[in-house]
């Protein structure tokens, strides 16, 4: 079978179609709706809120790449699998968040941010660009920083914190793609 796809062709289509994941960082965005909520909802709803938000994030996400992508990902493109696999990972985390939520309700802020982070890293490979390296840094040791700092009282203002990192990531990781699909042609 001859190869329809070189790599450096495959890298770009998947970051043309997904216009370099900024659809998931502004959908995931809606932690700053979940941080307000923690004003005036039990802290162990809105964990709960946050636990699942991905129920709504993720399908809008995918919507929202149809608009935003600049072309869509061919279905024999040999880095569909592998990019689709990627954004569902984080599902495979429920069994830890349910474990924090059960033990202190009041972890799954720093838990979600610390799952996110380690989430991005393969996304710099894939998009080729350390911005994924830095976000996940970022948002890592930040909400880790608010923690510590903040004790008890760091719930919403992580979720603020990540709200704002996504908030900052987006359109950089957006005018990243746009850029590469321009030199890909």
């Known amino acids: 079978m001859v190869e329809k796809f070189g790599f450096k062709q495959a ?26 909520l923690s004003f005036f909802l039990p802290w162990e709803t809105v964990a709960l809120i946050a636990m699942f938000q991905g129920g709504a994030a993720l399908p809008a996400a995918f919507w929202l790449e149809r608009r935003m992508g600049s072309r869509r990902m061919s279905a024999d493109n040999p880095l569909r699998q592998l990019s689709v ?13 349910i474990l924090v939520y059960s033990l202190n309700p009041r972890g799954i802020p720093l838990a979600l941010a610390a799952l996110g982070g380690v989430h991005f890293f393969p996304y710099a490979w894939l998009h ?21 700092v903040l004790a008890k009282a760091a719930f919403p203002y992580i979720l603020f914190f990540v709200a704002l990192v996504y908030g900052v990531a987006a359109p950089l990781v957006y005018r990243h793609a746009r850029r590469m699909v321009g030199a890909a042609g």
Request: with cysteine.
């Open 11 to 36: 890298l770009d289509e998947v970051s043309a179609s997904s216009a370099g994941g900024a659809p998931f960082l502004i959908c995931y965005g809606i932690f700053l709706i979940t941080a307000i």
């Open 85 to 97: 696999q990627l954004a569902m990972s984080q599902s495979l985390a429920l069994p830890l968040l």
């Open 128 to 148: 080729r660009t350390r911005l994924y390296i830095i976000l996940g840094s970022v948002l890592t040791l930040g909400a880790f920083a608010i923690q510590i």
